[in-house]
């Protein structure tokens, strides 16, 4: 209003004063729709440990090597090439052996590291960056069947074989190996007079346990097929696990303090302790689910066997990514988990390719699918990588999982009935007033999460999330 106009009238910022306000409850930006906590099926633990009983695995699965850097140089322990089947028998003594007799190479994108049909004789251990494995199929085109990353290995039992390579594997990304080849192993053999037998041995025994197990490493059992009559019905029995795994349900607590003067005073039209109390278990939630994907000792990224561990053909995730995924987790598969920043590059790709994926609804939440199977977002699933202003610029994971007991998958753990119990597995219990009015109340959130085999959880590792297409228009239109 300018100095010389008459004021006609109170003005809006002075009759403020007198109104009262329409206001929100308080508002936080890191709660997120939470659809793996709504997807899992709970499982009531009453006990607080949760035991998987499974058949006993007579042959010993392959591991990834653990990688360690000091100093930008890579190594790793003597003791985890035991995790190799193959020298998972040998004497400790030899393994060292083995182990100090590697040496590291740098590999450009393109080398052939093993060629089909010649004789190379020589043991590879990825310790950054990626190979194809190929060969050549029954119409004589080359075949992709398989794709090695860090930790991965290669051509253990080439070592001691006369017979040329079935398969030629070559570098898709620049990478450093640790190798060993026939000539070292013949030195070791010179040191050790009775260690070719040993390898042998080693080699023959996995040979034969491989032919009476399944895909699964478990025993096959002894039947007998036909019609013909007098035939002698084989015996047999299922051996279980000795040691099978407990799960022990994990806790997450805080205390949440408030002043008795603000409750007294402030307690309209919100409820000041009732609002407090809704923030952190809301904030409890979030790491809940956090702690479903990446916890150390149950989170479903730990989870997974290396079997069922696949990396991304080309870093961008593609429709033939996420097909390899149901591949492995095929029998019902229920949903994958991904960044939602993981589902935009899928998109993109998908786009590109001109096969954009269906959409559906999971609780009234807008989601794709693919091949009938929702994508569920989450948060949760980390980028590694850069950070330009809040964007991602990195790598990430995504997750196939099949739930529930009867299909034996991943089940969540809780227990319900539990003191001060205000939801499922959650209490809040009154901890008293300090000498200054504050009062605490302590929250606690017991859960856990279990896999019941080793099928039920694969994941998509080295998504790349910042790749993007030019378009054939596009580029027209620049030239």
């Known amino acids: 209003m300018a100095k010389n106009d008459l004021q006609r009238s109170v003005t809006t910022a002075t009759a403020r004063q007198l109104a009262t306000t329409t206001k929100t409850g308080p508002q936080m930006g890191s709660i997120t729709p939470r659809l793996l906590l709504k997807l899992l099926p709970w499982v009531q633990v009453d006990s607080g440990t949760y035991r998987v009983n499974r058949t006993k695995v007579e042959l010993k699965k392959a591991e990834r090597i653990e990688i360690e850097y000091l100093e930008g140089i890579p190594s790793f322990r003597a003791d985890s090439l035991r995790r190799i089947p193959l020298f998972s028998n040998i004497d400790v003594e ?64 080439d070592l001691i074989s006369d017979k040329s390579s079935s398969v030629t594997v070559r570098s898709i990304t620049p990478g450093i190996f640790f190798t060993l080849s026939s000539t070292e192993l013949e030195t070791i053999t010179k040191e050790v007079p009775d260690f070719r037998e040993q390898f042998q041995k080693a080699v023959d025994e996995h040979l034969r346990l491989k032919a009476t197990v399944n895909t699964h490493g478990e025993k096959h059992i002894d039947l007998v097929s036909g019609h013909e009559e007098d035939n002698i019905i084989p015996e047999t029995y299922i051996d279980y696990e000795e040691n099978p795994r407990e799960y022990s349900l994990n806790t997450l607590q805080t205390i949440v303090r408030v002043h008795t003067r603000v409750s007294d005073l402030y307690n309209n039209p919100y409820n000041q302790l009732e609002q407090q109390m809704r923030l952190s278990i809301e904030s409890i939630k979030e790491r809940q689910e956090w702690e479903l994907i990446n916890n150390k000792t149950f989170g479903l990224l730990n989870s997974v066997e290396p079997g069922y561990r696949i990396s991304t053909r080309y870093g961008a995730p593609t429709p033939d990514d996420l097909d390899e995924l149901l591949s492995l987790v095929w029998k019902n598969p229920t949903f994958f988990i991904a960044h939602p920043r993981a589902i935009a590059a899928f998109e993109r790709e998908c786009t590109w390719r001109g096969v954009p994926p269906v959409t559906t609804n999971i609780f009234g939440i ?21 950070y330009l202003t809040n964007r991602g610029v990195g790598t990430t994971s995504i997750i196939l999982v099949r739930i529930g007991e009867n299909e034996q998958g991943v089940v969540g753990l809780q227990q319900s009935g539990i003191p001060g119990e205000i939801a499922p597995s959650l209490s809040a219990r009154l901890m008293g007033l300090d000498k200054f009015g504050v009062a605490s109340y302590l929250l606690t959130k017991y859960f856990s999460l279990a896999s019941l085999t080793d099928d039920a959880i694969a994941v998509l590792e080295n998504v790349e999330v910042g790749y993007y297409h030019d378009y054939q228009h596009r580029n027209s239109i620049e030239k």
């Open 94 to 157: 030899i393994v060292n052996r083995l182990a100090k007799r590697f040496v590291i190479e740098e590999v450009e994108l393109g080398n052939n590291l093993i060629i089909e049909g010649e004789d190379r004789q020589k043991f590879f251990i990825i310790a950054s960056g990626q190979v194809e494995v190929l060969s050549k199929g029954h119409h004589g085109e080359e075949l992709r069947v398989g794709l090695l990353s860090q930790g991965e290995y290669f051509g253990e039992a």
């Open 366 to 386: 807008p989601a794709i699918s693919w091949r009938g199977v929702p994508v569920v977002p989450s948060d949760k699933l980390e980028i590694k990588g850069q």
